[in-house]
């Protein structure tokens, strides 16, 4: 005898007891502890119809049948209308569908980002070593946008910049070129 809610069923020798495991297999089945029955919860909230209230008013006991009546039961039209109604029909798959589709999304855009990251440093080391063959410093007196001696590494990373967006981009986004950065980098 199952004691969480008390469905049981004797067949001959044999005590047939409600395997809970049910519950986590179909979303929509609930069962009365008082009535010692199943009910179908889509179905006790909205009715059953076509004269089968089994699931919906007075409960469903017999065991023995019990895989093939919840077949039964859940391809039919007046449960699949109250299943929609409650919008429990494919809602869990849906939501897995969207959060793992959203999760891909996000991981996505983080290699990109880690790849173009990759990129500019790459382009940052080797402006970086030019400058120091040619042993210019790094930062001009005068940074600004409009400076006309902005420095040789910002001359040379513009002039990189033409023709490849990845490090426009960056050029564009990064305060530090701009001479508007809060903080002396070490560029
Ligand atoms: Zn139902």
């Known amino acids: 005898m199952d004691i969480a809610i008390g469905i049981s069923q004797t067949a001959g020798k044999n005590n047939r007891a409600f395997n809970l495991e049910w519950f986590a297999k179909k979303k929509w089945l ?10 179908c919860f889509p179905c006790l909230l909205f009715g059953g119809s076509g004269g089968d209230v089994t699931w919906s008013r007075t409960g469903y006991k017999d065991l023995k049948h019990l895989s093939e009546r919840i077949t039964k039961h859940e391809s039919s ?3 699949l209308d109250n299943a929609v109604k ?14 793992s589709a959203y ?15 990759g990129y500019v440093l ?10 120091g063959k ?7 007196h005068d940074e600004s946008a409009d400076s006309l001696n902005p420095g040789i590494f910002r001359c040379i990373f513009e002039t990189m910049c033409e023709g490849d967006a990845r490090l426009q981009r960056h050029y564009d986004a ?11 980098t070490n560029y």
Do not use: M, W
């Open 174 to 184: 990064q305060p530090v070129f701009k001479g508007t950065a809060p903080y002396r």
């Open 30 to 39: 609930t069962a009365s502890i008082q009535k010692k029955a199943l009910f």
């Open 77 to 79: 039209n007046s449960h």
């Open 86 to 99: 409650l919008g429990l029909v494919g809602r869990v798959d849906v939501a897995v569908q969207i959060d």
């Open 122 to 131: 790459g382009r940052i080391i080797t402006c970086i070593k030019l400058c």
């Open 134 to 140: 040619c042993e210019t410093a790094l930062r001009g």
């Open 103 to 117: 999760r891909r999304g996000i991981d996505e855009q983080h290699n990109r980002q880690v790849e173009e990251n």
